[in-house]
């Protein structure tokens, strides 16, 4: 036994979702690690498990009902919203997150919900479809500014034999994010970390779009170094075929000005991260219908240039994280354009690399960077992308001032 939860209470809200079955493993990894587990089924969970499995793992009794005589006698869905540490909702359906952030209370599930105070994790879990739907999208963002903490979804088959993000974090993954935020470690312990990553694709009509190339590889993996150091990170992230980093929030979004909104309303932050290769233009009119080939030239693209999300937030006077770092990916006179570049935006650091092509860096899995400050210059050899990522988040701890706990 792990006792790394040891006298934590957690109480589980299971949501009405086939992913309901992984629930009653997560409350075992749970009770492994020391908690206490109380659950709430909804009705919907009721559905694919039953209140008594869910008793019989928990050993404590399991809650469905919002009018329960004996337990509102005391008034039990407020107790219910005290008695723990941390409310862990898993499966969070479609239905019970637009609730949470619409503020609805209509069962005990979402009442409980609202009338808490306590720390939230919600382990999504839907039909891609319903995943990637803007509602859905808008919802998350909701949660995320309100300080609900999130794991997953993990991309892959579905239900519906379908294949694509929406699946249910692992128990085990969800067992270490509850960790994470009730029995934190690391340099970062306590800080709010915003990471940029990936591409932006600006659109010149529905089918056909603008972007830099980028796979996010860096950015995603320095999102998960910030989590593994205990902080709260929100990872702001463009189109990428990368599975989301466990423990950590990510916002997915297409386009420059996108990017930028999220990465405001994530704000404030103790450390911002810019990683992500922005695209410098769009167009200014995009076409809403697909532009046809009739044998002529391609008319001309009047383009615009997007906004600086490195240099918005850098110079910002109102919420501008502590410690701002940029990238910049070049092809050549990498550590002069960085200079440049980090007097130009008023950041703090910049981490600068050539991406030519024979450098293999653009889509590959190792990178090797220079660190650009007003101090001088510091030249890391050829690493793994992931040891870039845990370099500098351990850089970053220094820079804080934070010591490891």
Not at 49 to 67: C, E, K, N
Not at 145 to 151: A, N
Not at 239 to 248: I, K, Q, R, T
Not at 361 to 371: E, I, P, Q, R, W
Request: net charge neutral.
């Amino acid at each position: 036994m792990n006792p790394s939860l040891q006298a934590k209470r957690i109480l589980l809200v299971i949501g009405g979702g086939i992913a309901a079955y992984k629930s009653l493993d997560l409350i075992r990894r749970l009770r492994e690690r020391g908690a206490t587990v109380r659950c709430i089924l909804t009705k919907g969970a009721g559905e694919f498990v039953t209140p008594l499995a869910a008793s019989a793992l928990s050993g404590q009794r399991s809650h469905t009902d919002l009018f329960d005589r004996e337990d509102e006698a005391d008034i039990g869905h407020i107790r219910l919203a005290r008695d723990a540490d941390l409310i862990v909702v898993a499966p969070a359906t479609a239905n019970l997150m637009a609730k949470m952030a619409g503020g609805h209370a209509d069962d005990l599930a979402s009442t409980v919900l609202l009338a808490t105070t306590l720390p939230i994790l919600i382990a999504p879990a839907m039909n891609v479809r319903m995943w990637l739907h803007p509602a859905t999208a808008r919802n998350l963002a909701a949660l995320t500014r309100d300080g609900v903490h999130s794991v997953g979804p993990n991309e892959g088959a579905m239900a519906e034999a379908e294949f694509g993000p929406g699946r249910m974090a692992e128990p085990l993954e969800i067992a270490a994010a509850v960790e994470r935020l009730l029995a934190p470690s690391g340099p970062l312990l306590g800080k709010h970390v915003v990471v940029t990553s990936g591409p932006t694709h600006e659109p010149i009509d529905p089918v056909r779009y603008i972007a830099n190339r980028s796979s996010g590889k860096q950015g995603h993996a320095i999102a998960a170094a910030a989590a593994a150091a205990g902080a709260r990170v929100t990872l702001v992230s463009g189109p990428v075929a990368l599975p989301d980093p466990p423990g950590v929030t990510t916002l997915h979004v297409e386009s420059a000005r996108e990017m930028l909104q999220a990465v405001e309303g994530a704000l404030p932050a103790d450390i911002g991260i810019f990683a992500a290769a922005v695209a410098d233009w769009r167009v200014a009119e995009a076409g809403t219908h697909k532009m046809k080939k009739d044998g002529n030239a391609l008319p001309p693209l009047a383009l615009v240039e997007n906004p600086d999300i490195l240099a918005t937030i850098a110079q910002s006077r109102e919420g501008r994280p502590p410690l701002v770092v940029g990238f910049a990916a070049e092809t050549r006179n990498v550590v002069e354009y960085a200079r440049r570049k980090l007097e130009k935006k008023g950041c703090d650091l910049i981490v600068a690399n050539d991406v030519s092509a024979e450098t293999g860096v653009m889509g590959g899995d190792s990178n090797t960077v220079h660190l650009v400050t007003r101090d001088g210059v510091d030249t890391w050899p050829t690493l793994s992308k992931a040891d870039v990522a845990r370099q500098l988040i351990a850089h970053l701890g220094t820079l804080m001032g934070a010591a490891p706990r």
